[in-house]
């Protein structure tokens, strides 16, 4: 089945026109990652990132280019937030959400020609604050006001540069393509990590065959778990009453109401990560002065380290938490509740209004448990797959927010490869 339809995927001219350009834009891609700015010497980077875990988070959705620090070391970041911040204004401003909501292609399209614009304040301000952090921690050199003002502005092409390639790839029909973006910085890694695995010299006799077997065995299981739980749903089965408007009738169908096991995406992991960094950059500021600040400033940074259970176990209950804040504040039964109702849909057996409300809660709180206790394992799995397996270049595969972000893009990319597949050749597929 598979064999067939990448057969007629490569068979079929319009869309192995599109794939090998899709392909060519991810070269591009990987080509400006690794095209250093120009007048600033990037010195101790690499340090940095293996400290700091929102940098070294950043460098992998960049693949790379932050620490290289490249023409586009921002990546999607400055075009994703002001996405979000435009998406967030929606709630504000009525007439930006009708504009988002009620007025069609031509309405989404005023709203990303705004996002477009918003990158560019964004752009500026990132590159600015990220050339002075790196200034003051002194990993560039050749820093000065013409020179600074050139990086600027080379970031802010860069980064406007990346997103119209997104766009490009997005126009294919082949995935989004800021989130193939993502994901080709994401596995950009693998090869590298493969050829430093290759090349490392091990102990004298030292045999790691065992050890990479046990890793391939436990990443298949891993990444097969979270394609089950990405994918998973609990269907709420939905009844419309039948109505009668003049000669006809309408209604009188069953359907389903799908309520994800992960409704909260990437989202609770990523403030963890934030939260977590802050007590370490706090006891790190304190961890200089003598007396009792030193001494709990230093026990503090020896709880907050990295890769310690103490890390991981308060870790794994923030992602849990913050899993269930986030669901709250994106879903909200009542809303849902009330749609089915004005529609004349109910939930068989629950009355409509207040009862359908609590259903929904009841329902979303058992299933949200499962949700939450997978992210938060998911989250700590890099740790944990390292420490069995002694195999660290690959840990950021089988856990965090990476191994998400891959499966999802996948998943999403081949459901629209399948589209482009069936609109061209129905009956055969």
Do not use: C
């Amino acid at each position: 089945m598979w064999a067939d339809k990448i057969l007629f995927l490569f068979k079929n001219k319009e869309l192995r026109n599109k794939f090998l350009f899709v392909l060519f834009l991810f070269v591009v891609f990987r080509l400006a990652a690794n095209i250093p700015i120009p007048g600033i010497g990037a010195e101790s980077l690499k340090k940095l990132f293996d400290q700091n875990q929102v940098f070294g988070l950043l460098n992998l959705f960049t693949g790379g280019a932050l620490s290289n620090f490249s023409i586009v070391l921002l990546g999607l970041g400055p075009y994703i937030t002001a996405t979000i911040i435009l998406q967030l204004l929606t709630m504000i401003f009525p007439a930006l959400e009708k504009l988002y909501k009620e007025e069609g292609q031509a309405g989404r399209q005023k709203f990303n020609q705004y996002s477009r614009l918003l990158t560019i304040p964004l752009a500026a301000f990132e590159g600015y604050g990220m050339l002075m952090y790196f200034a003051k921690a002194g990993t560039i050199s050749g820093f000065s006001l013409p020179i600074m003002l050139s990086a600027i502005l080379t970031i802010v092409a860069g980064a406007m540069f990346l997103m119209w390639i997104g766009e490009i790839i997005s126009e294919q029909g082949m995935g989004n393509g800021i989130s193939l973006l993502i994901f080709a910085g994401i596995v950009a890694r693998v090869p590298m990590n493969i050829f430093q695995t290759i090349i490392t010299p091990g102990a004298p006799g030292e045999s790691k065959i065992i050890s990479y077997l046990a890793f391939a065995v436990i990443s298949v299981i891993i990444i097969a778990g979270t394609v089950l739980v990405t994918e998973a749903r609990r269907n709420i089965p939905v009844s419309y009453a039948k109505r009668v408007r003049g000669m006809k009738m309408y209604g009188g169908t069953s359907t389903y109401l799908p309520l994800s096991v992960n409704p909260a995406g990437v989202m609770p992991i990523i403030f963890a990560i934030s939260i977590m960094m802050i007590p370490g950059m706090i006891a790190g500021y304190f961890s200089t002065h003598s007396g009792i600040i030193g001494n709990v400033a230093t026990s503090v940074g020896l709880f907050f380290a990295p890769n310690t259970w103490s890390y991981g176990a308060f870790y794994f209950v923030l992602v849990i938490l913050f899993t269930y804040f986030y669901t709250a504040v994106t879903f909200d039964p009542k809303t849902i509740s009330e749609n089915l109702q004005r529609m004349g849909g109910f939930i068989p057996g629950v009355r409509p209004g207040k009862s359908t409300s609590d259903f929904m809660k009841h329902i979303l709180n058992r299933v949200l448990f499962t949700g939450a206790i997978f992210l938060g394992l998911i989250a700590i799995l890099p740790s944990i797959v390292a420490g069995l397996t002694g195999v660290t270049g690959f840990a950021f595969l089988v856990g965090g927010t990476s191994l998400l972000i891959v499966v999802s893009v996948v998943l999403d990319t081949v459901r629209q490869i399948n589209a482009q597949l069936q609109m061209r050749e129905y009956d055969t597929f």
